[in-house]
């Protein structure tokens, strides 16, 4: 997971769960269940959670929060990461929500709130 891949992710996940749910009350908890994975596993990966080492080595990066900013594809120094920057990254994670509900919103059956 990354902040160059969580985004469309998420969005697909709407879709997806907008388009599967057979009704309101389990779209929500699947839209719940995918956000509570994604924010476990992102935040994990930012904070350099042990746990989380398989999956950032799994992705060839120095570590978990180099690959949450650089996903193979950057070269930002996240070991120079200072307030600004932990800041832009708690953003981004409370958007996490809104990339979720736009997929819902893309799969067209219902009114997400």
């Known amino acids: 997971m990354s902040f160059l891949v969580d985004p469309p992710l998420l969005v697909v996940s709407g879709v997806a769960i907008e388009r599967l749910a057979p009704d309101e009350r389990t779209a929500r908890a699947a839209e719940r269940a995918v956000l509570a994975t994604f924010f476990a596993t992102s935040v994990g990966l930012y904070l ?66």
């Open 48 to 113: 350099e959670a042990p746990a989380t080492r398989w999956l950032w080595r799994l992705c060839r990066a120095r570590s978990g929060r180099d690959w949450m900013w650089n996903s193979g594809v950057f070269h930002f120094d996240e070991t120079r990461a200072g307030p600004g920057t932990h800041v832009l990254a708690a953003a981004i994670f409370a958007l996490y929500p809104s990339f979720i509900r736009a997929g819902r919103r893309l799969g067209g059956r219902r009114a997400s709130t």
